[in-house]
Nanobody, 119 residues
Framework: VQLVESGGGSAQAGGSLRLSCAAS????????MAWYRQDPGQRRKSVAS???????NYADSVKGRFTISRDNAKNTVYLQMSSLKPEDTAVYYC??????????????WGQGTQVTVSS
């Protein structure tokens, strides 16, 4: 199973970016999907998560500004980021709890995509 992210880049403060993460491979189903971010020298922190049924959870720092969504038919999770702030600058990683066709559950991570917000 592979998770491939896209959509990172640079934005001005107050601007918007949309991240996408598509899962492919021997997938039977995907449970939770999520976005994390990591600053240099810091631990990876949860930004937002979404269950297979569409229930969402957000870090306090992004509530009201970021929206996580998913397309189960495409095995893809999205993160719409609006009202961006310089402190949102980080490498963003997607995460998926995948039930493979062999019947095993594994956690997978994307390769990371840089988001840089300038003031």
């Amino acid at each position: 199973v592979q998770l491939v992210e896209s959509g990172g880049g640079s934005a001005q403060a107050g601007g918007s970016l949309r991240l996408s993460c598509a899962a492919s491979g021997s997938i039977f189903s995907i449970n939770d999907m999520a976005w994390y971010r990591q600053d240099p020298g810091q631990r990876r922190k949860s930004v937002a998560s979404i269950t297979s049924g569409g229930s969402t959870n957000y870090a306090d720092s992004v509530k009201g500004r970021f929206t996580i969504s998913r397309d189960n038919a495409k095995n893809t999770v999205y993160l719409q980021m609006s009202s961006l702030k310089p402190e949102d600058t980080a490498v963003y990683y997607c995460y998926a709890d995948v039930e493979e066709t062999r019947g095993y559950n594994y956690n997978y991570w994307g390769q990371g995509t840089q988001v840089t917000v300038s003031s």
